[in-house]
């Protein structure tokens, strides 16, 4: 059984906290109140390269990452995040898009589902998906969160 390790990292979304065995990164959780430091973890090298780069992206300095991941879930959500990586810095797709991309337009709900449950969003970017009417919907972290990553990208001009 593999070890789990935690810390936490501010960003200009809030706190957020960082989950890692060894293998690699298995979470990345919004914080909406400020959490207790785990100073021992922090030595954890996908921990801390994860920090980095976030830090990267946030300063605009970074548009794709290189962490491994470690992703828990259905097959169907294991290809709808698959697809979600695939989607250019910068830019955004509908749900039936991301659908008609695994092969089924009728499975748009079915996507913005999975799509919820990405247990990585930032570097997994569920926020780079869109309505089909090109409005911000759902999103675990909170719309704010999904515009502000978006002008971040430059993929969304106000």
């Known amino acids: ?79 709808v995040w698959k697809q979600l990586q695939q989607i250019p810095y910068g830019q955004t797709i509908t749900y039936s898009e991301l659908a008609s991309r695994l092969g089924d337009t009728q499975k748009a709900r079915a996507v913005a589902g999975a799509n919820g449950l990405n247990p990585i969003p930032i570097i997994i970017p569920c926020h780079r998906v869109i309505g089909a009417d090109n409005k911000l919907t759902g999103y675990s972290g909170g719309i704010e969160r999904k515009q502000f990553l978006l002008q971040l990208e430059g993929a969304l001009l106000l």
């Open 1 to 79: 059984m593999s070890k789990d390790y935690t810390t936490y990292t501010q960003s200009p979304l809030g706190p957020l906290q960082i989950k890692a065995d060894e293998k690699g990164l298995t979470a990345v959780n919004y914080c909406d109140d400020n959490p207790i430091e785990s100073p021992d973890q922090h030595e954890q090298p996908v921990l801390t390269k994860t920090i980095d780069q976030l830090n990267e992206y946030f300063e605009g300095k970074r548009k794709t990452f290189d962490i491994p991941l470690v992703l828990k879930g259905t097959n169907f959500q294991q290809k």
